[in-house]
């Protein structure tokens, strides 16, 4: 097989756009804080977008021998944000499969896949990679507040 995949060409891959200013109010700052989370939200949505339209297109364009299916789960809680990968393949056919065989590529690890789909996932990864180290940058300037909070208590 080729690396020239057309599906690859045309796989959107999502850009983090960054936060908005934050307030000089520290009254608004709670509120600029859920909006960011919900921005941060938003962009893990796109990602998963971006891969189930790019999941569509390698399965009809690549031949193999049994139907697959992928799926990117992210999980938005207010702790944070995770992924998981989830491939399936269905032997026999996806009506009547005679066995599936289920595979979670967790945090990035990969093992033994074909380069097309190490091609696909490589591409989201860089997505998901900006989604983390935006919500890290969310995550220490929320500890700030809460510890400028705390201090402004003890006066």
């Not at 009254?27 to 989370?37: A, G, K, L």
């Not at 009547?96 to 590529?105: A, G, L, N, Q, T």
């Amino acid at each position: 097989m080729s690396n020239n995949y057309q599906f690859l060409s045309l796989q959107r891959v999502p850009i983090f756009g960054g936060f908005e200013p934050a307030p000089s109010e520290l009254s608004y700052v709670e509120e600029w804080i859920e909006s960011q989370r919900d921005r941060l939200a938003n962009f893990a949505d796109e990602v998963v977008d971006a891969f189930a339209e790019c999941h569509r297109a390698a399965a009809t364009e690549i031949e193999v021998d049994y139907p697959f299916e992928y799926a990117l789960e992210v999980c938005v809680r207010r702790s944070g944000i995770n992924h998981i990968w989830h491939r399936a393949i269905f032997y026999g056919g996806r009506e009547s499969p005679k066995r599936v065989d289920y595979h979670e590529i967790s945090q990035n690890r990969f093992a033994d896949i074909p380069d097309w789909e190490r091609l696909v996932y490589e591409r989201v990864i860089n997505s998901l990679n900006s989604l983390y180290k935006h919500q890290a940058q969310l995550l220490k300037l929320i500890q700030r507040y809460r510890a400028l909070q705390a201090s402004l208590r003890q006066f």
